[in-house]
Nanobody, 118 residues
Framework: VQLQASGGGLVQPGGSLRLSCAAS????????MGWYRQAPGKERELVAL??????NYADSAKGRFTISRDNAKNTVYLQMDSLKPEDTAVYYC??????????????WGQGTQVTVSS
C-alpha cells in the first residue's frame, strides 16, 4: 500500500491550501485516514482524521480546516483556510488499511511541506 500526498507549498498568512492523499495497492477497506503534521523541533501531531465513521480534528484545526474524502478513489483531502505561520510543518498522510490476506496495517505518506509566511 502506498500513500501519495500532494498539494503543499508556500502561502501567505490568511491564505488557503488543499492537500490530497491517495491510497493505492491491495486494499480491502480503509478504517482510518487523514493527516498529521510535524513542525521543526516538535513532535508529530494530529491534524484531522476520518475515524469510526466520523471525523476528529485537532483544536488548532477546528473552524479553519476541513477534511473530506472520495471513497471511490481512496483519497482524502484537507482544505486549509485562514492559514497561520504556526501551521508551517510537514504534513503527513496516515491510513489504517485492511489488506488482502494481511489484515489491518498502518501506513504513512512521504510528507508534504506547508509553509505559511509573508
Amino acid at each position: 500500500v502506498q500513500l501519495q500526498a500532494s498539494g503543499g507549498g508556500l502561502v501567505q498568512p490568511g491564505g488557503s491550501l488543499r492537500l490530497s492523499c491517495a491510497a493505492s495497492g491491495s486494499i480491502l477497506s480503509i478504517k482510518v485516514m487523514g493527516w498529521y503534521r510535524q513542525a521543526p523541533g516538535k513532535e508529530r501531531e494530529l491534524v484531522a482524521l476520518f475515524i469510526s465513521g466520523g471525523t476528529n480534528y485537532a483544536d488548532s484545526a477546528k473552524g479553519r480546516f476541513t477534511i473530506s474524502r472520495d471513497n471511490a478513489k481512496n483519497t482524502v483531502y484537507l482544505q486549509m483556510d485562514s492559514l497561520k505561520p504556526e501551521d508551517t510543518a510537514v504534513y503527513y498522510c496516515y491510513a489504517t488499511v485492511q489488506r488482502v490476506g494481511v489484515g489491518y496495517r498502518t501506513y504513512w505518506g512521504q510528507g508534504t511541506q506547508v509553509t505559511v509566511s509573508s
